[in-house]
């Protein structure tokens, strides 16, 4: 059974750099699966930051692309967020999750199976 | 940017109705790329169908998904108490890769 823990800062200064951790175990990282993060404003909808593979490859959402990078180190089996001149907009609950693709009849799904438990972070001085 | 909207914002419904939840896209989407959520406050969401109509491991028969193109539907055939939550369709393939809709609350009437 796969499992993600997010870690790192609840608050954080306006202006700052927002840095999160997500350790994954009962698995491995270099598995072919990508890991994401999403986040979710307080009383919000979820909102996709982005996704790394093992190899570094990354995609981001084009609205963050500026502000963010996703990292993974593989000998700790983690993924980490930076984001970076964050202003109160940016406080939300941060997820990590697994991307999962599932082929059948020569078709994929994509979604997300394996989720961490959420860490909120507040962007306030 | 393929937006993803829900309808309605809230249901308010009892236990043992059904529960007809609507996600519409602003394009079309592939039915393989179309899933949904449950989430409980203070949980992360919880994976109930992929590929529109495909029930992930675990998740009961009473909840069904159907629809193709841009209209897509979660149907909750008889509600549980545990069933009042929020709901969430995503859908992923255009950029942004993943982009959800904005959910629907299924309340106890």
């Known amino acids: 059974q796969v499992q993600l823990q997010e870690s790192g800062p609840g608050l954080v200064k306006p202006s700052g750099t927002l840095s999160l951790t997500c350790a994954v175990s009962?698995?491995?990282?270099?598995?072919?699966?990508?890991w994401s993060w999403i986040r979710q404003p307080p009383g919000k909808g979820l909102e996709w930051i982005g996704e790394?593979?093992?190899?570094?490859?990354?995609n981001y959402n084009p609205s963050l692309k500026s502000r963010v990078t996703i990292s993974v180190d593989k000998s700790k089996n983690q993924f980490s967020l930076k984001l970076s001149s964050v202003t109160a907009a940016d406080t939300a609950v941060y997820y990590c999750?697994?991307?999962?693709?599932?082929?059948?009849?020569?078709?994929?799904?994509?979604?997300?199976?394996?989720w961490g438990q959420g860490t909120l972070v507040t962007v306030s001085s | 940017e393929i937006v993803l909207t829900q309808s309605p914002g809230t249901l308010s419904l009892s236990p043992g109705e059904r529960a007809t939840l609507s996600c519409r896209a602003s394009?079309?989407?592939?039915?393989?790329?179309l899933a949904w959520y449950q989430q409980k406050p203070g949980q992360a969401p919880r994976l109930l169908i992929y590929?529109?109509?495909s029930r992930a491991t675990g998740i009961p028969d009473r909840f069904s998904g159907s629809g193709s193109g841009t209209d897509f539907t979660l149907t909750i055939s008889r509600l549980e108490p545990e069933d009042f939550a929020v709901y969430y369709c995503?859908?992923?393939?255009?950029?942004?890769?993943?982009?959800f809709g904005g959910g629907t609350k299924v309340e106890i009437k």
């Open positions: 999750a697994r991307k999962w693709r599932y082929c059948s009849g020569g078709s994929c799904s994509y979604y997300f199976d394996y």
């Open positions: 009962g698995g491995s990282i270099s598995s072919s699966n990508w």
């Open positions: 790394i593979y093992h190899s570094g490859s990354t």
């Open positions: 394009q079309s989407v592939s039915s393989s790329y």
């Open positions: 590929g529109a109509s």
């Open positions: 995503q859908q992923y393939g255009s950029s942004p890769l993943f982009t």
